[in-house]
Structures are given as structure tokens and as C-alpha cells.
């Protein structure tokens, strides 16, 4: 059994109200640890480490908080299978996914923003008479709330653009997953981070999140999770003028044109719609293809789905591993039976699997893949955030561009065509924030990353995060 605490002021401590949630391994359902469920005792707490630790981290150079960033990320990569394995007790994926993406990616989160604190700099604008230059300040202390499929990965993807820039934090990861950012206090406090600059606070959305978006000290929120929630912060945030960040649900469309390279774009298509068990924000769960070959696609992605090995997280040929929580597969199921009572044919999976051994007990669905639906029905329309998708065939661009836009999301967005001109014409035309064109999730950390419509507001990544974790002043000096 672990024992994750909060990591306040540099000391790992319980919730002051001594209240704990149970931790669940998600492909067993054993509970494997207890959190704190902290209260906004704690929060406050935090915030107040936080305003005392600012005093001095916001005077330090870049190139020290690069240091220190630069130590947290060979932490990470020194407790690497640590991190790898505990992300994947948590969270249900496979292991050898969160030795591939989630653990790496945490580190280059802190290498890519270390790198930024050096870099970061700002326009100056002359006149005859007088020079404009900007500053860009820390604002302070800043809330980074985060959600469970990417614990570790979305939760640095915050936390160290808002170091790097010179603002203390506190941060709320999800209370589904909550080990690695444990194992991440752990990192800063033997990197020696001055204590108070960042802080962990382990609990609920409802209570903890809701204490940290409401703090009048908190100047800013950088959240990750769903459109409802984001709604809910928006609303609680916007009378106070906080800076607000919010990257939230999608519903992504997957383009196929009749021009593309078949055999790699069915690999690629099968990667999109059920990589992390389809709990990815980016995968790709409405798919069109272009009429002539839909039979064909049809055919094919059907028989490589028949392929990928649900099961034990652990074991190293496992492609899909348990889904997150009990609570997450009965809405999945939900879905696969509303899709079928929609109208929908399941081509194939749809139930759920008993893996035998080990993993009896653990939260395990088929890839699941769908035909005949109505584009205007539920199962196309809603976020279901697991290993179901949706095939639907099109006739040209423009029915394509219409069918993908038909959605209140939009996040992203994968084409596959050898056309480059017609790639260009459907990017210009897709609504959503970021496209993909004969690739998905290939990720350059300095792109602009974020949704439109109910996708979010605000984008992360590169500048663009820096700029967001920071106040701009314009000073205008005469000569
Ligand atoms: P969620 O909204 O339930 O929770 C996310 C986080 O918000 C958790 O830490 C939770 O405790 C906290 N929270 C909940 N209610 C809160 C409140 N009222 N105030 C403050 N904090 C609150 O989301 P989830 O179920 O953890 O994650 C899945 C969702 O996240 C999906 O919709 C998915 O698309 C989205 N997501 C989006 C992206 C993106 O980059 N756009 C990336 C990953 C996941």
C-alpha cells in the first residue's frame, strides 16, 4: 500500500482534516494506496507557501530556474521506471505505453520549458522621440489543474511553463490518478527546489479544484479536463479577471481520402482511435472515409482491430489496457448501447472482457467500432472517451468538411490524402485547433496547442504558454 501526501511548503503532509480516498489499481480494481481528500484549509495553505516562496523565485534568473528545471527532469528520468510503473498501476495503461510516451514526454516537458526560462524575451517598439519596451512578469500564484489520462504528461505540461516563467504554483492533479504527481514532490524536493514554489494538493475537483479556482490569491488557472467542469471554473473565475487556460474535451474527426496510403493510414487510424484505450482528448472517434474505399478501409481497419490484445497492463504485447475507473466503463458501455439503440451496427467489440488471472476483477472494454449511425445522434455528437468509434462514409471535400465541423468540439482533427492541395483547402476549412495531415499525435512542444468551440480557450505550448503564465506591462520612455 502507498501513502501519497501533499507536498505543502516543501513537507509532505496529510489533509488537515485527516480525510483520505482510496487509490485503485484500474486493472485489478485492488485499492492499492490512500491520498489525502484535502479541503480548502489546505489549498490555502499552499497559496500561502506559494505568495511567501514567490518573494524570491519571481527575482531569480532565467538561467537558475533552468537549472532547477533542468534537475527535476533528471529526476524524473532517474526514477524513470518508478514513474513508468506507478503511472501505469494508476491510470490502467499499458506499461509499455507509459515507458514510451507519458514518462518521456514529462521529462521533455521540464527540458522544453528549462530551455524557455533562459530563452524567454520580449518586443521593444521604438518611436523618434521614445522607445516601447515590454516586460513580461510572473503573475504570481497560479493554479494548474489536471485530469487522469495523461497524469504526469499533462500535469509538467503546466507546472513547468508556469516555473519557468517565474510564478509559484499549486497544483490539484486528478484524484483518480494521483501517484506520479506524488513521485514528482518527491523529485523537486531532492532537486532542492526553494520550498513554497511548487505545491501539491491532493482531493476532489468539487472541493479541493473549487477551493483553488475560487482563492482570491490564485491568479491564474491552466486546467485540463472536461468541457462541463470547464464551464463550471469559467463561470466561478470570470468575476475575479483571472487569467484563464482551458483545454477540454473533443470528438475528433478522422478524414480518409480515397488517395492515401492505405495500408500505413489504417495503421496510423487504428493508433489515433484506440492508443491509451481511446481516453486521449486528441484521438480520432468519428472517422469518414471517402465512399470508393470504404469497404475496402471498412475491411481492413476491421481485421487489424481483431488484432490488438486487450489485457494485462503489464505484459509487454498488451495494446489496450484497463479503462481508467468502474465509474468511466459503465459510461463507455452506456454508449456502445445507446449507439446500438441509435441505430448503430457494431462491426465489432462493443462488451466487456474478463481477463483471466491477475486482471479477473479489472475494467477492461473491446475496441469497438460502429457503422450506420446518424451523424446528428448522440454517439456521434458526445465525448464518450474510451475505444469507440464511428465509421461514416462521404462523397467529396465539402461533405467531409461539413461532417467533421458538425460538432460542438474541436480540438483536432487527422487528414489522409497524398493531395496536398486538397489537404490545405480542408485545413484552412476544418474547425478545430490543431490538424494533422497524413500523421496524428506527432508533436513539435513548440506548436501552439489548444481547441476552439467547446474544445477550450487559451492555447498551450511554447511561447504561447510562456506569454499566458506571464502579465505584459508596455513601458513607453521618452528621450
Ligand atoms: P474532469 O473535468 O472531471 O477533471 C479534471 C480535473 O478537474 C480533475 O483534477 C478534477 O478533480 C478537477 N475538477 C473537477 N471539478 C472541478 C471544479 N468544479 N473546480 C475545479 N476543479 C475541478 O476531467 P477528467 O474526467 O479528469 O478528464 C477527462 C476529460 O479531460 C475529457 O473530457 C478529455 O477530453 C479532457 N482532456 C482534454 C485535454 C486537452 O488537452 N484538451 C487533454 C486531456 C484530457
Redesign the pocket.
Known amino acids: 500500500m502507498i501513502k501519497v501526501q501533499n507536498y505543502i511548503d516543501g513537507k509532505f503532509c496529510e489533509a488537515q482534516n485527516g480525510k483520505t480516498l482510496d487509490i485503485v489499481e484500474p486493472a485489478t480494481g485492488n485499492i492499492f494506496g490512500t491520498m489525502p481528500d484535502s479541503g480548502s484549509e489546505d489549498v490555502d495553505r499552499a497559496v500561502q507557501a506559494g505568495k511567501r516562496a514567490f518573494k524570491e523565485w519571481k527575482n531569480i534568473s532565467g538561467e537558475k530556474r533552468m537549472d532547477y528545471l533542468m534537475k527535476i527532469a533528471e529526476g524524473i528520468e532517474r526514477h524513470f521506471e518508478e514513474f513508468a510503473k506507478m503511472e501505469s498501476q494508476d491510470t490502467g495503461k499499458p506499461l509499455s505505453l507509459a515507458r514510451k510516451v507519458d514518462i518521456p514526454r514529462a521529462i521533455a516537458n521540464f527540458r522544453f520549458f528549462a530551455g524557455a526560462a533562459w530563452h524567454f524575451s520580449s518586443e521593444s517598439h521604438s518611436m523618434p522621440e521614445a522607445v516601447n519596451f515590454t516586460l513580461r512578469q510572473p503573475l504570481g500564484v497560479v493554479g494548474c489543474?489536471?485530469?487522469?489520462?495523461?497524469p504526469i504528461y499533462?500535469l509538467s505540461w503546466k507546472v513547468a511553463p508556469a516555473l519557468a516563467a517565474g510564478n509559484c504554483v499549486v497544483a490539484?492533479?486528478?484524484?483518480?490518478?494521483p501517484c506520479t504527481a506524488w513521485l514528482l514532490a518527491r523529485v523537486c524536493d531532492e532537486a532542492g527546489l526553494p520550498h513554497g514554489v511548487l505545491n501539491i494538493v491532493h482531493?476532489?475537483?468539487?472541493e479541493?479544484?473549487?477551493?483553488?479556482?475560487?482563492h482570491p490569491d490564485i491568479k491564474a488557472?491552466s486546467?485540463?479536463?472536461?468541457?462541463?467542469?470547464?464551464k463550471?471554473?469559467a463561470a466561478?473565475a470570470a468575476p475575479m479577471f483571472k487569467k484563464l487556460s482551458?483545454?477540454?474535451?473533443?470528438k475528433n474527426p478522422t478524414i480518409v481520402f480515397a488517395d492515401c496510403d492505405l495500408d500505413s493510414t489504417v495503421d496510423e487510424v487504428i493508433r489515433a482511435s484506440f492508443t491509451n484505450q481511446g481516453?486521449?482528448?486528441?484521438c480520432g472517434s468519428r472517422i469518414f472515409i471517402e465512399e470508393k474505399i470504404f469497404e475496402q478501409f471498412k475491411e481492413a481497419f476491421i481485421y487489424k482491430t481483431r488484432q490488438l490484445k486487450v489485457g494485462d497492463p503489464l505484459e509487454n504485447d498488451t495494446h489496450i489496457g484497463a479503462i481508467?475507473s468502474a465509474q468511466?466503463q459503465q459510461k463507455i458501455l452506456h454508449y456502445i448501447q445507446l449507439g446500438a439503440q441509435e441505430g448503430g451496427r457494431i462491426l465489432f467489440g462493443g462488451k466487456k472482457i474478463n481477463v483471466i488471472g491477475r486482471c479477473a476483477s479489472g475494467y477492461f472494454i473491446e475496441p469497438t467500432v460502429f457503422e450506420g449511425l446518424s451523424p446528428e445522434c448522440r454517439t456521434m455528437q458526445e465525448?464518450i472517451?474510451g475505444p469507440v468509434v464511428t465509421l461514416t462514409p462521404f462523397t467529396n471535400e465539402q461533405e467531409a468538411i461539413e461532417l467533421a465541423n458538425n460538432c460542438s468540439y474541436g480540438?483536432s482533427c487527422s487528414i489522409w490524402t497524398k493531395n496536398l492541395q486538397r489537404a490545405m483547402y480542408m485545413a484552412n476549412h476544418i474547425e478545430a485547433g490543431v490538424v494533422w495531415i497524413n500523421c496524428w499525435l506527432l508533436r513539435d512542444l513548440r506548436t501552439p496547442?489548444?481547441?476552439v468551440k467547446q474544445?477550450?480557450v487559451g492555447r498551450?505550448g511554447g511561447w504561447e504558454a510562456m506569454r499566458f503564465f506571464t502579465e505584459t506591462k508596455n513601458v513607453c520612455m521618452k528621450y
Open positions: 489543474i489536471s485530469p487522469w489520462n495523461l499533462l490539484k492533479p486528478s484524484e483518480v490518478t482531493g476532489v475537483g468539487n479541493a479544484g473549487r477551493s483553488l479556482v475560487e488557472i486546467f485540463t479536463g472536461g468541457t462541463a467542469t470547464g463550471q471554473i466561478a482551458l483545454e477540454l474535451g473533443g481516453e486521449i482528448c486528441l481508467v468511466h465525448e472517451f480540438l496547442f489548444g481547441g474544445s477550450g498551450e
